[in-house]
């Protein structure tokens, strides 16, 4: 082998061997967002805490580019809330069957909760990608996919990475606001192929 072809490789080797050494940190992997899915559905749980306040239960949400679905329920399966949308506003209907209308989910919520939560972001970070046109920053995993962000007031931690079709998403994601607001999601099962409600 002439030498113009094995430094690559002795180079390579030598790399190799000095990242197992003491005090060698290799160089952090680049961030690699792909394209998300364009519509989805996901069942899941999910916990809040804001201040002294707290939720816990399941999550089912359907996600396309022109309507959502989000349903709340308890951990035994009733049903808490109801969220609907689409171009023409959103509607919340509460377990006593209370309906709220808003033009839009985030304004919504803050009306009927009183909570502020990212909804917008949210549709996006739960596929592991952060909101477009809006500044953030980013810190890649091994496998170069989104490990953390900051976007919009909030860090947001990813884990449990899995393919669905051609995407890999995270099955987890934790989402911390600085005034004591918390949103844990865990994702038990995805479908891109019938996302649409």
Same mark, same amino acid.
């Given at each position: 082998?002439?030498?113009?072809? !094995?430094?690559?490789?002795?180079?390579?080797?030598?790399?190799?061997?000095?990242?197992?050494? +003491? /005090?060698?940190?290799?160089? +952090? +992997?680049?961030?690699?967002?792909?394209? +998300?899915?364009?519509?989805?559905?996901?069942? !899941?749980?999910?916990? &809040?805490?804001?201040?002294?306040?707290?939720?816990? /239960?399941?999550?089912? =949400?359907?996600?396309?580019?022109? *309507?959502?679905? &989000?349903?709340?329920?308890?951990? &035994?399966?009733?049903?808490?809330?109801?969220?609907?949308?689409?171009?023409?506003?959103?509607?919340?209907?509460?377990?006593? !069957?209370?309906?709220?209308?808003?033009?839009?989910? %985030?304004?919504?919520?803050?009306?009927?909760?009183?909570?502020?939560?990212?909804?917008? /972001?949210?549709? =996006?970070?739960?596929?592991?990608?952060?909101?477009? /046109?809006?500044?953030?920053?980013? %810190?890649?995993?091994?496998?170069?996919?989104?490990?953390?962000?900051?976007?919009?007031? =909030?860090?947001?931690?990813?884990?449990?990475?899995?393919?669905?079709?051609?995407?890999?998403?995270?099955?987890?994601?934790?989402?911390?606001?600085?005034?004591?607001? %918390?949103?844990?999601?865990?994702?038990? *099962? =995805?479908?891109?192929?019938?996302?649409?409600?």
């Amino acid at each position: 082998m002439s030498f113009k072809h !094995g430094l690559p490789l002795l180079l390579g080797g030598l790399l190799a061997a000095c990242a197992g050494l +003491p /005090g060698f940190q290799p160089a +952090p +992997p680049s961030l690699v967002l792909l394209a +998300p899915p364009s519509a989805f559905r996901l069942e !899941g749980r999910v916990s &809040l805490k804001a201040n002294e306040e707290s939720f816990s /239960g399941g999550m089912t =949400w359907r996600h396309a580019a022109r *309507q959502q679905e &989000l349903l709340l329920s308890t951990p &035994l399966g009733q049903g808490v809330a109801e969220l609907r949308g689409d171009e023409q506003g959103v509607e919340l209907r509460d377990s006593k !069957g209370h309906l709220s209308r808003a033009a839009d989910a %985030e304004t919504l919520v803050r009306q009927a909760l009183g909570l502020t939560l990212p909804l917008k /972001g949210l549709a =996006w970070w739960v596929v592991g990608n952060p909101r477009p /046109g809006v500044p953030y920053q980013a %810190e890649a995993d091994a496998d170069g996919r989104l490990a953390q962000l900051k976007q919009d007031g =909030w860090r947001i931690e990813f884990s449990r990475y899995a393919q669905t079709g051609d995407h890999f998403l995270p099955g987890k994601l934790v989402a911390r606001r600085a005034d004591d607001m %918390e949103i844990r999601l865990v994702v038990d *099962q =995805w479908d891109l192929s019938g996302a649409r409600p």
